[in-house]
Every structure is written in C-alpha cells, then in structure tokens.
C-alpha cells in the first residue's frame, strides 16, 4: 500500500472506539496499516551519508502524508540547509489549545549507517523493505525510520480523532544523526529555533528490553555518555631493524596502551544510574542485584564494584572508559619504527571534565615517552532531570500496557543528537515502548529488523503516551 493511499484509507474509515481492556496493545487497523506504508516508503530510499543518499527524499514523503491528512502547509516544513540540498528535516507541528505552554518535540533521525548488500543474507537486501516470519526487514528498520514512521502516523491519528492537546505536539524528522557534517538537530537549533524550542523532547535512546520471549523492562534514556579521543604517539630516531634497541617506538605505544587498560577511573553515580542500579536489583538475582543495593549505599564499596565491574554493560555506567581502537606503526618491515600511534576513545560520565582525564591519560603515558593530544574537543551532554510529570506518564501508561513491567532510567554509553537538545536546554528522553530481544541487537548489523508486533506496540505505546503528556482541551 502506497503512503497515499494508507492515508486516504485511514481518512475515510470512522475512528475507531478506545481499547475496552488495559491488555490491548495494539493501535487500530487503520493506523497500523499507515504506519506499516510510511515505514515501507521510508526504508526504500537511501538516506545513508553518501553520494546516494537522500534525506530531504524522506522528509518530504512524510510531509506528503501529513498534507494529505489536511496539516496546513505552514505547520508541515521540510527545512534544507542551503549548501546541502539532499540533507533536509521535516519539522511538523499539530497546534494546542494554549498558545503560553510550551510545546512537546517528538525526535527521530530519517539518517541510516551504510549498508552493503554483500554484508546481509543474499536474500535481504538492506534497501528493499520485507515483511517475513513476524519481522520487518530492512537498514533503519530499528534505528532510526521506526520510530519516524510511527510518529507521522500518530500525528495523523490524533488530528483525524479531533484530539486538541493542551500544548503543542512538534516532530522533527531530522538528517546527519549516524555520520555527516550536518547534523539536523544543530542545524534547526542554529536556523529554526523557535520551530523545535519545547519544554522535553521525547527521543530514541531507550526502548523495552526482552529476553526468551519475556518483556524484562522499558528503559528511558535521561542520561549519555560524553565522546572524546585522543591520539597516543611515541616517535623514536628509527634504525635498521637488524640492529635493535630495546627504544622502539611500538614497543613504548604498547606499554602506555596497556596502562590505560589496567587503570579504572573513579565511580561516579548521578540521579540517573542511581535509579538504575536502585530499580535493577529487584531485577538482578544473586550476588549482582545485591552489589547494585550496596553501591547505590556506599560507591566506594570495593567488593559490590569487583562484582559489577565483571559486565561490561554495567561497568560503562559506574565510571568514565577509556579504550585503544586504532593503532598504526613503523614505516618498513626491515627499519626500526620511528613514529607509533594509537586512538584512545573515552566515554566520559556527564560532568567529568575532559581535562581531567586528559590530565590522568597523561600521566600514564609519560612514562613511556608517549605523547597525548586530544583530537577534538567534547560536547557536554547534562543528565536529563527525573521529572515526575514525564517519568510518572511514563510508569502509567507502561503499567497500563504490560502490567508489572517496570521502568528503568538509564544513561547510554553511546551517543544520540538528544545531546544538542540537552545543551540547548531542553531534557531529552529516549523512550519507543518498542521492546527488542537483549540477546539479538541488529541496529547498525547485518540484517536489521524489527519484530512486527513490537513495532505496533511502540505506535500504540507512543500515541497514549503523547497524549498523556500534551494534556486535552
């Protein structure tokens, strides 16, 4: 089905009545059948950072299907910044009752990661849209076109229902979030200020987690970690290598690489992984869930840190990481190497200073002659305030579609555009209701899908949360 015609079908069929039951998760036919054909158009035009791609092609079939639904055009912009004209963001905008309150932003990314048909399965190529054994599939079906297709579809539904928020409802569709030298999110904060300015934004960055078929949690990012790099270099004179020296370039990289392996930084809990930690011992069974209570009590707790530190996943959200990713060195098989180099890529914790732990690389670098020098500078990224009207919202309408599931706050290890939003002063909250399989993440992979059901739940999830948070007339 063509996006027009999944919006002339939703205009045509009468709205449906409300779900009669709290375990009905599923949006109306109509507008799973809307959802389904953005998502279908969205994933087949290639809005990778390359010479292919087109973003402005996306946002301008979305602003399409909101025209068509009667949005006046003025409320409906496809913003191109002048010097790239394949970059362009939707922004759109369904109007409140109350032109003071400030309006509710809806984030999402049109961008996708390269995808190389030779890197999936033979049968899926990564720009065709496929829908098999319960699944979407396609690049950008989970991160991000999701989550676009689901909020033009909402916006869609609300106006046909004749629902009037409180506040205005914005979406903004945005280009350059994955790669690219024009990033939507600064482009609009830079250009159309006042188009985005909102009191929260909701965003990707969280999302249910399930394992063996069983809804775990609904995680809201309020949090992420800070990007940084910094380039380690040790030179040397050189020489022929059938004369060799115990100074040798690589050598000494090596022995400051491996100094940064065995150094932790400090814990450092904020609001956010408080919550975490506090929220995921009713969750973690044993000597985990216990350690998680214990530092939540005491962060210098040596033996609840030993315990946590052992996983990854919950080692990123007690300190700051630094980790070699690149290394280069040497100029000749047969010559001593004259210059080593090596990329260190940290995640700080929210509030670390940068210069701090530029200060603590440094120190285990020199003494072994390694130079450090950061390779460009870090954008903060503030923690998002647990607010009770958006957490709250967030707890009911999880409680009232999947009972007993609990919310859990977190701060990501990686990094979404929120940050800009965060800077400019409006809280940014990653939260789709859209539930993945903890043990099958194909976001960025071979192959990425999203399970059918979980895409609608999502839509439904997102569309009662909407209107919990936008207050009615």
Not at 273 to 295: N, Q, Y
């Amino acid at each position: 089905m063509t996006c027009a015609a999944a919006v002339a079908l939703v205009l045509a069929t009468p709205a449906l009545a409300q779900h009669s039951t709290a375990a009905e998760t599923m949006p109306p036919a109509e507008d799973m059948a809307l959802a389904r054909a953005l998502l279908e158009q969205l994933i087949e035009i290639d809005t990778t950072d390359t010479e292919r791609g087109d973003n402005t092609r996306a946002a301008q079939v979305l602003a399409d299907a909101l025209l068509e639904a009667g949005f006046p055009p003025e409320d409906v912009q496809v913003l191109v910044p002048h010097d790239f004209p394949t970059k362009g963001n939707l922004v759109a905008r369904l109007r409140g009752s109350d032109p003071d309150a400030e309006p509710i932003l809806l984030l999402a990314h049109l961008d996708v990661v390269e995808a190389l048909p030779e890197d999936w399965s033979p049968d899926i190529p990564p720009f065709e849209f496929q829908e098999r054994d319960g699944y979407f599939y396609g690049r950008g079906t989970a991160d991000d076109k999701d989550e676009c297709a689901i909020h033009t579809a909402n916006l869609i539904r609300l106006r046909r229902e004749g629902f009037v928020p409180e506040r205005d409802i914005v979406i903004a569709l945005t280009a350059d979030e994955e790669s690219g030298t024009r990033n939507g999110v600064e482009f609009l904060l830079a250009d159309h200020r006042d188009l985005i300015d909102a009191a929260f934004a909701l965003n990707e960055g969280g999302g249910g987690m399930e394992r063996d078929g069983r809804k775990v949690s609904n995680n809201v990012q309020a949090a992420e970690k800070v990007y940084l790099s910094f380039w380690f270099a040790a030179k040397n004179p050189g020489g022929h290598s059938s004369l060799p020296v115990r100074e040798n370039a690589i050598y000494e990289l090596s022995a400051a690489l491996l100094a940064v392996r065995e150094f932790d930084f400090p814990v450092m809990l904020n609001e956010v992984t408080e919550e975490f930690f506090d929220r995921s011992a009713d969750l973690v069974a044993g000597e985990t869930g216990e350690a998680m209570r214990r530092i939540v009590d005491d962060p210098d707790d040596a033996a609840a840190l030993a315990v946590l530190s052992r996983q990854a996943s919950y080692n990123a959200r007690l300190r700051t990481t630094c980790v070699a990713t690149l290394v280069d060195g040497g100029h000749a098989e047969n010559a001593l190497p004259q210059l080593a180099r090596a990329n260190v890529n940290c995640r700080l914790l929210p509030g670390h200073d940068p210069d701090e732990v530029e200060e603590t690389l440094r120190r285990l670098a020199a003494p072994f002659g390694v130079e450090v020098e950061r390779r460009r500078e870090a954008t903060p990224s503030p923690p998002s305030p647990l607010t009770g009207e958006v957490l709250g919202a967030i707890e009911r309408v999880t409680e009232e579609m999947w009972p007993g599931v609990p919310v859990l706050p977190v701060m990501s290890s990686g990094a979404t555009d929120g940050l800009y939003l965060r800077n400019a002063g409006i809280p940014v909250y990653g939260v789709s209701g859209i539930f993945g399989d903890m043990d099958d993440v194909r976001a960025h992979g071979r192959d990425e899908r999203i399970r059918i059901d979980h895409f609608h739940e999502g839509q439904e999830f997102l569309y009662r949360l909407v209107k919990a948070l936008a207050g009615a007339d």
